[in-house]
């Protein structure tokens, strides 16, 4: 298992470039889970990666579910289009620094 710290952000017209705060994931092989929040609230993110693809889905805490579809690098940097009722725009996510492990992580991930 290895814990993420990552800035990211997503675009919607009207609203411009939102940060997505706070922002860690918790990797197991290809699958992660995570959380943060942004200008909407705080939300849980639980994803996949299938080569060079990655799909993410993200749940607002008692709200809606916007789903991101995009592609990795290989570097460290997801990037694609996120879409909810035929609203959509472009994100992006990039590694920023592992957490080190005397940090507690359970703090990090969803239930």
Known sequence: MTAIRCAGWWEQSGYGRQPMNNLQL??????FVGSGSDC????????EIEGTSVSIMKQY???HQVLYA?????????TGMWSISGVGGRW??????????????QTIVPG
């Open 26 to 31: 918790v990797y197991t092989d290809l699958h």
């Open 40 to 47: 909407v609230g705080v939300f849980e993110l639980r994803g």
């Open 61 to 63: 805490v008692d709200a």
């Open 70 to 78: 995009g592609a990795v690098d290989g570097e460290g940097t997801m």
């Open 92 to 105: 992006l996510i990039k590694v920023e620094s592992v957490i080190d492990a005397s940090d507690d992580i």
